[in-house]
């Protein structure tokens, strides 16, 4: 299809589907549910795109995707909600956002978060839905060249960077929580072999730890202590500053949204990868690139605009290979795919053929589902600040309460309730320890992916690492672990570097002063 063919298709879906007051009141009200699906802890993006997608069974093709794209796109943006305002993400792929959100909203600033967070988040999805529509089999034939070695890889690369860029004290104290997340995802059924591991014969831990009780655990649990403690609110602000975009602001920061957009596109386009990992990577990457990194973490707006862009970014990218080749980019993108199934639609290298218009149809309604989010995001924010003014003595069973049925709620599972309250006591001496809880949870999460890839890397190579050195995806992302490692340890050997100047990173050095 040439460049004008794809214009008029694109034209005329728009007008189609703005003419209809039906799909418009669909398209708002999906992208409001998804934002609350994502603000409250427990409910996520993939659960919302599952229950949404059996209602949509008497609806046509281009109704149900503005349904369920608006619950997606509206659900990754709204955990940046309670990761802002006190300092709980709604979703895993919110974490990083709570860095430098919540000490921003500290400082009387809540409101310009939310609406940095709420413009970042647009300008994100756009730069995504662009590269879909542009690069789609380049970025889907990148992303086959990833098999077991480098699946490995880029989950411990996660586990990592998170440890890195999270540590206040030492960045050991890190990388030691990050592995214990890594430790405790193995728990449970071996994914390969079936064989228990660390179950002590409890059937309750036979299916591993579920990822919400534990994420609501580790961040929910030690503020509410916290604030029970010191006898305070969760959001300790008096004032909430307007909320506006700062147009001035991300116009400075233009080089972040641009790069932190590629890094999550690029990893959302990794099948099985997501959301969850590229705010951190995007965040990572800025903190590392910046003139001013002893600033994040502290009300940093950069680090706020990194994690926003990469994790939006990454709703395009996961969509590349789902509809180019039908592997879904991410848990939601999964949901899509037996509701496109469902409807008669089976992604992959013929939706091109059998249905010509479909990739471009689906470009106009993620740009439609794009602003009906930021509307909604404007608009709810404008409300949801006025959380910070409730008296501890209510508020505070409010969010233990939500804690509760967010955990509750996944399988109705008692023994979930029991870890999450064991996880959040344990995250709470660990804060005291200064041991930062985000490694921890994204160990937890990245955990099975590591786990499963590098022992069936270990089986096709039967037993031999060599493949880690000879694969260049895989040499890379070993380059840059041990780099990381080098350059962060108080000591590390003169070799740096030659090692930098062999990766190619030495302007990123010069830049930094080092």
């Not at 997340?181 to 579920?210: C, H, K, W, Y």
């Not at 109705?412 to 320890?433: D, H, R, S």
Request: aromatic share 8%; hydrophobic share 50%; proline share 6%.
């Amino acid at each position: 299809m040439d460049i004008l063919a794809s214009f008029s298709v694109f034209g005329s879906t728009l007008l189609t589907l703005l003419s209809s007051p039906t799909n418009l009141i669909i398209l708002l009200g999906a992208s409001f549910a998804g934002i609350i699906f994502g603000a409250l802890p427990g409910l996520t993006a993939t659960l919302g795109v599952a229950l949404l997608t059996t209602l949509t069974y008497g609806m046509d093709v281009n109704t149900a995707l503005i349904a369920l794209l608006g619950l997606y796109v509206g659900a990754i943006y709204g955990g940046s909600y309670p990761s802002i305002l006190i300092n709980i993400p709604g979703t895993a792929a919110a974490a990083a956002t709570a860095l430098d959100g919540y000490p921003l909203a500290c400082k009387g600033e809540g409101g310009r978060a939310l609406g940095l967070t709420t413009t970042a988040s647009l300008i994100g999805t756009l730069l995504g839905i662009l590269v879909l529509v542009i690069a789609s089999p380049t970025v889907a034939r990148m992303a086959l060249e990833f098999t077991s070695f480098e699946f490995f890889l880029l989950a411990l690369f996660g586990i990592l960077i998170s440890g890195t860029i999270t540590s206040s004290d030492l960045v050991v104290k890190g990388w030691i929580a990050g592995l214990i997340g890594l430790a405790v995802s193995t728990i449970g059924r071996d994914p390969l072999q079936f064989f228990p591991r660390f179950t002590f014969d409890m059937p309750d831990l036979d299916q591993g730890l579920e990822v919400v009780p534990v994420l609501i655990g580790a961040f929910g649990i030690p503020q509410v202590i916290k604030a029970l403690r010191n006898k305070e609110s969760l959001g300790a602000m008096q004032q909430f500053g307007r909320i506006l975009p700062e147009w001035r602001t991300l116009f400075k920061n233009r080089n972040n949204i641009a790069r932190s957009s590629m890094i999550g596109i690029g990893i959302g386009s990794v099948p099985g990868i997501g959301e969850d990992i590229a705010g951190w990577v995007s965040y990572g990457t800025t903190k590392n690139t910046s003139k001013h990194p002893e600033t994040f973490g502290t009300g940093e707006p950069e680090g706020i605009i990194a994690s926003e862009t990469a994790n939006n970014a990454s709703i395009g990218g996961a969509l590349i290979p789902l509809l180019t080749l039908g592997i879904p980019g991410s848990p939601p993108a999964a949901m899509l795919l037996g509701a496109l199934m469902l409807h008669g639609i089976t992604p992959g290298p013929m939706v091109v053929v059998e249905t010509p218009d479909f990739l471009i149809e689906v470009t106009a309604i993620l740009v439609l589902c794009s602003f009906a989010m930021w509307i909604n995001g404007m608009f709810l924010a404008k409300q949801v600040v006025k959380v910070l003014r409730i008296p501890a003595a209510i508020f505070l069973p409010v969010v233990t309460l939500m804690c509760i049925l967010g955990s509750y709620a996944l399988g109705l599972n008692i023994f979930n309730l029991y870890m999450m309250m064991l996880v959040g006591i344990v995250a709470y001496f660990l804060n005291e320890m200064k041991y930062p809880i985000s490694p921890l949870v994204i160990g937890v999460i990245l955990g099975p992916m590591a786990d499963e890839n590098l022992r069936r890397a270990l089986m096709v190579s039967e037993g031999s690492f060599m493949p880690f050195i000879e694969r260049p995806v895989s040499i890379f992302l070993l380059s840059v672990i041990i780099l990381i490692m080098m350059t962060k340890l108080p000591k590390y050997p003169k070799y740096k570097a030659a090692l930098v100047k062999l990766l190619g990173l030495n302007r990123l050095f010069k830049a930094k002063g080092e």
